[in-house]
Structure formats: structure tokens, C-alpha cells
Nanobody, 115 residues
Framework: QVQLVESGGGLVQAGGSLRLSCVAS????????MGWYRQAPGKERELVAT???????HYGDSVKGRFSISRDNLRNTVALQMNSLTPEDTAVYFC?????????WGQGTQVTVAS
């Protein structure tokens, strides 16, 4: 089992920045992928960004150039730096730990961007 605890969400004005963090604990296996997904009301959950243990990164199209993902393998943490936020970024952001065919999810943290 893997437990994920997110922090850093909140309310920000359009054009502002927020930083999300996620700490993983429990049975952590190597070769995992950690990342962030988000879900806005009435919409499906979508990819924000993922990063592998080796540092391979994927971004969702809507956040490229504005968001940056990083991780600390020793501390089992992943962070998401979000810049130039727009109201369309408003959603619940979920931390994800992926290993083989299994996904573990955090409880989610709300990000609200006011116009």
C-alpha cells in the first residue's frame, strides 16, 4: 500500500502562482511514476504532469510552458509549480503514484483561480 498526502492548494488570482507538494509513504517500489491529475466540476480527470524516477516528464497540453513538475526520489516527494494560472486551471488536483498496473491516489487538493 502507498499513501499520498498533498498540500499547497488554495485560492489565487489569475496570473498568479501556486506550488503543490505530495509525499508518498508505505511500500515504495523503484521504477515508479508520480504525477498530478486534475478534475474540474462536470469534467473528466485529466493529466497535468508526470515524472518517472529517472526524470522522464510528460505534461498535459493545456499546462505546457506554465507548469513544472519535479521530484525528490530520496524523500518520495513530487512537486508541481504552477505559474500564469487562469480560471480554467480551477480543479481538484490529485497526486498519483503509478507502479506497473497499479495507481494510488491522494485525497486531492482544491485549486481555485479567481478572474
Amino acid at each position: 500500500q502507498v499513501q499520498l498526502v498533498e498540500s499547497g492548494g488554495g485560492l489565487v488570482q489569475a496570473g498568479g502562482s501556486l506550488r503543490l507538494s505530495c509525499v508518498a509513504s508505505g511500500t515504495i517500489f523503484g521504477n515508479n511514476i508520480m504525477g498530478w491529475y486534475r478534475q474540474a466540476p462536470g469534467k473528466e480527470r485529466e493529466l497535468v504532469a508526470t515524472i518517472s524516477v529517472k526524470g522522464t516528464i510528460h505534461y498535459g497540453d493545456s499546462v505546457k510552458g506554465r507548469f513544472s513538475i519535479s521530484r525528490d526520489n530520496l524523500r518520495n516527494t513530487v512537486a508541481l509549480q504552477m505559474n500564469s494560472l487562469t480560471p480554467e486551471d480551477t480543479a481538484v488536483y490529485f497526486c498519483d503514484y503509478h507502479w506497473l498496473t497499479v495507481d494510488y491516489w491522494g485525497q486531492g487538493t482544491q485549486v481555485t483561480v479567481a478572474s
